[in-house]
């Protein structure tokens, strides 16, 4: 047997503390377009509606929104930040497993940073072998056409 929910007005879910869609994405950062997609696979729990089917969020699904904000502007995977989530909400986790996770990814960027370090020096030293004038000689272009991968 279904459950009957009630399905307050926006105005009286705003009485008591619930946010539209439009105050959610303006407490958090996060905007309606990622709001909505992170419920949709299951980042934050589906939203309670309105009479008129409007999205409500209460003071816990900002909160998990500036969580996802916050990690996902340090750079952490959609996956990672699930996995962050789980542990955030299990009071009986390890710190051992969040400082795993932090580590694994603070190492991966370190890689990142090296790879795109020795690009830009590439890049760097072929602009410096380029005249840039109206010759067609271009060492930047020659290095790309001659690039094996």
């Known amino acids: 047997m279904a459950r009957h929910v009630i399905r307050p007005e926006l105005a009286e879910a705003k009485d008591k503390g619930f946010h539209n869609i439009g105050e959610a994405s303006a407490l958090t950062g996060v905007s309606a377009k990622m709001i909505r ?3 949709s696979i299951g980042l934050i729990p589906a939203a309670s509606r309105t009479f008129a089917n ?3 969020y209460n003071d816990a699904d900002v909160h998990r929104l500036r969580f996802i904000k916050r990690a996902r502007n340090l750079g952490f995977s959609m996956k990672q930040i699930e996995q962050l989530l789980g542990l955030w909400s299990d009071p ?3 710190s051992a497993e969040v400082k795993q996770l932090a ?7 370190a890689t990142r940073v090296r790879e795109m370090q020795a690009m830009q020096r590439t890049l760097e030293k072929l602009a410096k072998q380029c005249h840039g004038d109206q010759r067609a000689e271009c060492p930047i272009l020659d290095d790309l056409a001659g690039s094996t991968g």
């Open 103 to 109: 580590q694994l990814h603070a190492d991966e960027l």
């Open 92 to 94: 009986a986790r390890s």
């Open 54 to 56: 409007y999205r409500l």
């Open 37 to 39: 997609h992170y419920e």
